[in-house]
């Protein structure tokens, strides 16, 4: 398939268009796949794949394109380039160049991916941080487009992005992973949200799990086990998340399921899977550690696991929303209370899994459908007040009629208060944030404060 349509393709006042697609996992990759083949974007002289390799170690991790499966996406592309390769010896996560180089690193790229005075257009995920960043401050002129891998983009910009770059972003491109829920993301630069198509995402995954090696035979009825290695990400510390993965299995197990499968996210160590082993053995179970690494939606589409059972892994929503199969989340709400700062970008996610999805353990139900949007609005707004002021009505409204004892969870009554907001400190008091007498006592109280432990 060539993604080239012509001698005049994505020409612009006599100038080839060259499209730039940024991705970093296999699952981006196959969502911009699913996206090309709807025709979600305008034809072009080029189309270039830029992998980033954001492993904490590159070198000993698989970049995308060494995947198994990514063969068949292969071919929506002219070229597959590596930013990698361009930056080394930096690393992409931690890089940008300095504002009076942007300029020679542009030359620099022009020349090393053959642009010519080519007319770019930048597809990135990730836009908050690097390598999104630093790409989209190189190209200056570039138009850019977003696209979603995964849930966070329900939730508000993680900080404030450059204007320079944000009025430059014309859509955002998201699976449809929460049906009826619209994204957050970049809406203070009003960015229009797109969804892709459902169907061309799952064509697509079919093609990926063709291409997968043959997989060891899972067992029939068998639950799996999404693991996600969050004491990488500073959320759980190791002996937490072997702990968080045993109570996946005791509650499968418990819902009467004699085979597990456990699928450990790549870079987790290896003696998560040790663990589980002697937990199975204690319980008397099978269980078979997935070591190949592959989308779980591989799974999904070759396996068909009875139950999927995970934390807040996207996993979970593709596995209900698209393959239709039965799902449990387990340890959302302590994670709630333990995100920290509380704008940490992955708390929407959490919310998602924890309002949406059943319980493993039973513990608990889910939150009303029809309530949903009101709760990741206001979620979103006590996350990011600064970027969303617009959104304060919504938010004090879902805050006077729905807070209670389920939906409590998902807010800090500190940070409720500190944004004068229903839920905070008692409504007879409420004036107090935004009486400037009230804060100036506090002011004077702490600076005594801090005095005499001087």
Request: aromatic share 6%; glycine share 6%.
């Amino acid at each position: 398939m060539s993604p080239i349509t012509g001698a005049n393709a994505g020409r612009i006042n006599g100038r080839k268009t060259t499209q730039i697609f940024c991705a970093s996992t296999l699952y981006g990759v196959a969502t911009l796949a699913a996206a090309l083949d709807s025709g979600c974007f305008p034809a072009a002289g080029r189309r270039l794949l830029l992998v980033c390799n954001n492993a904490t170690n590159p070198e000993t991790a698989p970049s995308v394109d060494e995947m198994p499966g990514f063969e068949p996406l292969r071919d929506r592309f002219d070229e597959v380039l590596s930013w990698n390769d361009a930056i080394s010896p930096f690393h992409p996560s931690a890089w940008s160049p300095r504002p009076d180089d942007v300029p020679l690193f542009e030359r620099y790229l022009r020349l090393l991916w053959d642009l010519g005075d080519d007319r770019v257009e930048i597809v990135l995920e990730s836009i908050q941080v690097n390598p999104a960043q630093a790409i989209a401050g190189i190209f200056t002129g570039a138009p850019v487009e977003v696209y979603a891998d995964g849930l966070m983009s329900y939730g508000p910009t993680r900080n404030k992005i450059d204007p320079l770059i944000g009025t430059r972003v014309r859509r955002l491109l998201h699976l449809d992973l929460v049906p009826g829920l619209v994204p957050i993301l970049l809406t203070e630069f009003e960015v229009p949200a797109r969804t892709v198509p459902a169907s061309a995402f799952l064509k697509v995954l079919g093609q990926v799990a063709e291409a997968v090696p043959a997989l060891p035979a899972l067992p029939d009825d068998s639950a799996l086990l999404l693991g996600q290695y969050l004491s990488a990400l500073d959320i759980l510390s190791a002996k937490e998340e072997e702990d968080l993965h045993v109570r996946m299995m005791r509650g499968a197990v418990a819902r009467g399921h004699r085979s597990v499968v456990f699928k450990p996210h790549p870079s987790a160590p290896a003696r998560y899977s040790r663990v589980l082993e002697a937990e199975a053995e204690k319980l008397g179970v099978e269980l078979t550690v997935l070591d190949t690494p592959v989308l779980a939606e591989v799974l999904f589409e070759k396996a068909r696991p009875a139950l999927v059972v995970g934390c807040f892994s996207t996993g979970l929503f593709t596995a209900s929303a698209f393959y239709e199969l039965p799902v449990a989340r387990v340890g959302t709400e302590p994670l709630l209370d333990r995100l920290t700062p509380y704008q940490n970008s992955n708390r929407v996610p959490v919310v998602l899994a924890d309002a949406l999805l059943p319980d493993l353990e039973e513990k608990d139900t889910s939150v009303a459908a029809d309530t949903l949007n009101g709760l990741v609005t206001a979620v979103g707004f006590v996350m990011q007040p600064q970027l969303l002021p617009e959104l304060r009505p919504a938010a004090e409204n879902y805050l006077r009629t729905h807070l209670d004892a389920r939906t409590q969870r998902y807010f800090k009554r500190k940070r409720l208060t500190a944004l004068g907001l229903p839920g905070g400190i008692p409504e007879r008091l409420s004036f107090l944030p935004q009486n400037s007498t009230a804060r100036r006592v506090v002011r004077r109280a702490k600076a005594l404060r801090k005095a005499i432990k001087r």
